[in-house]
């Protein structure tokens, strides 16, 4: 069974700042993709960065990036220079991707809101 | 190319009534997958479609719920028998393909139980 726990429930930081929020996944499996989506407000999930447990470069989708420890499980997101508008709920999530091919459904962790300060 | 789209986007029920809820994927994706998102949580997955074949509703309730993607048309997520713990925002997502890393949501529908 997956797991996945985001400790921080909130979180307030100052505009311009870099911020790291957590997130450590359980499972058994080699093969398993992470995935960070944000929610704001509206309600809509947008995705923002992914990486594969394979890939030996931690993923960068412009002011984010994934800093993936894999012997820790550990898969954080950092926002560099933050902005008002990334104040929203941020969500990690994971995906066991079997050897065929397949996959099915995510795992969320329960989230963290995230408040940028002027 | 349209995104993931989920109609209502706000539905309320009385109890005991049915719900309907309807997803279009992207152009092109015949992989559909639907969560349930209740208040103050993350989203958990119930249940992961292909054109005319359920793949797994490992998350799905045993009762009063049920899914579908036909050949032709929507995915349709059906609740018969509404309770009010059936509240939550009902989230659909799309791939193209069994591989893909990607899943694109679409913005949810709001389902109230009164």
């Known amino acids: 069974a997956q797991k996945i726990t985001q400790t921080q429930p909130g979180m307030f930081v100052q505009e311009k700042e870099a911020v790291t929020l957590d997130c450590t996944y359980d499972t058994s499996d080699q093969s398993y993709g992470l995935f960070w989506y944000k929610q704001p407000s509206s309600g809509e999930m947008i995705f923002l960065i992914y990486q594969g447990s394979y890939d030996e470069q931690n993923a960068t989708e412009g002011r984010y990036s994934l800093n993936f420890q894999k012997a820790r499980k550990s898969a954080n997101l950092v926002i560099s220079a933050s902005q008002l508008g990334d104040s929203a709920m941020y969500f990690c999530?994971?995906?066991?991707?079997?050897?065929?091919?397949?996959?099915?459904?995510?795992?969320f962790g329960k989230g963290t809101h995230l408040i940028i300060q002027p | 190319n349209a995104g993931v789209m989920q109609n209502p986007r706000h539905l309320v029920r009385r109890r005991g009534q049915e719900a309907r809820l309807r997803c279009s994927p992207m152009?092109?994706?015949?992989?559909v997958y639907w969560y349930r998102q209740l208040p103050e949580e993350g989203l958990k997955f119930m249940v992961y479609l292909q054109k005319e074949n359920i793949i797994d509703e490992s998350g799905m309730p045993k009762e009063r719920f049920s899914a579908e993607f036909p050949k032709e048309g929507p995915s349709i997520l059906r609740i018969q028998q509404v309770v009010r713990g059936d509240s939550a925002a009902y989230f659909c997502?799309?791939?193209?393909?069994?591989?893909?890393?990607?899943?694109?949501f679409g913005p949810g529908t709001r389902l109230t139980v009164l």
């Open positions: 999530a994971m995906r066991e991707l079997y050897s065929g091919g397949g996959a099915d459904g995510l795992t």
């Open positions: 152009k092109g994706h015949s992989h």
């Open positions: 997502a799309s791939s193209p393909r069994l591989e893909a890393n990607e899943q694109f």
